[in-house]
């Protein structure tokens, strides 16, 4: 499975793209969201200086058909709404790729996360330019969970290694110290401990987004 991270720009016809510029200030989550037909139906929190009058453009904006404040306070205003142009939710729809929230909206910027196979994502990238979407690659890795990392060994002797002080600064805990708590020896601990450091790091650095990630997405999920 691959995850990716995308910075999408939103087309300046769809609502929020034009009303989240107007509003710079202001922050769009979207917490959930669901494609009909011709329709789509979405919650979204937004949070901001004047919620109330981004509340009142998304109102008044004949793309929104329905608009229901769900909780409302100081700066926070949480909404359902139906809109004719849920042109995000249509790509992620067509490409059978669904998008992980809350998608992050900011001055016509989506933020979007999005998991599966290299063939769905190659398929949402086409989706989002027919329906007019630009897109920079933030970072395409494949996603790993946490238990595949690491053997149980090398978590154990990570995670002794954590509790014991051991990269605490000053170190609380040798090396020696810590091969005698897990009753090993020292230095079957150093080498589990160097490749379970090797692999954390490695992953790390795998995560940072690099320059040649603002290619095209197809052209990325194209590594094998």
Not at 43 to 51: A, F, K, Q, R, S
Not at 134 to 141: A, S
Request: with cysteine.
């Amino acid at each position: 499975m691959a995850h990716a991270t995308l910075s999408v720009t939103l087309p300046r016809r769809v609502w929020i793209a034009q009303i989240s510029r107007d509003h710079p200030e202001a922050t769009f989550r979207v917490l959930a969201g669901v494609p009909g037909q011709e329709n789509g139906f979405a919650l979204v929190n937004i949070t901001g200086p004047d919620v109330e009058s981004v509340a009142e453009s998304m109102a008044a904006h004949d793309q929104i058909t329905e608009l229901s404040p769900a909780q409302v306070s100081e700066g926070e205003l949480t909404v359902h709404f139906e809109t004719t142009a849920p042109l995000l939710l249509f790509s992620s729809k067509e490409s059978g790729m669904p998008l992980e929230p809350p998608i992050v909206i900011r001055d016509g910027e989506a933020e979007v996360d999005v998991t599966g196979s290299r063939a769905r994502l190659s398929e949402l990238a086409d989706q989002l330019e027919a329906f007019g979407f630009t897109y920079r690659v933030e970072h395409v890795r494949e996603r790993l969970h946490d238990s595949q990392l690491l053997s149980e060994r090398q978590r154990e002797v990570l995670v002794a290694a954590v509790e014991e002080g051991y990269y605490d600064t000053p170190r609380c805990c040798t090396l020696t110290e810590l091969a005698e708590r897990l009753d090993i020896a020292k230095s079957t601990c150093s080498e589990t401990l160097h490749r379970a450091e090797e692999t954390v790091i490695k992953r790390f650095v795998a995560d940072l987004p690099t320059e040649d990630q603002d290619g095209e997405l197809a052209a990325a999920l194209a590594e094998p």
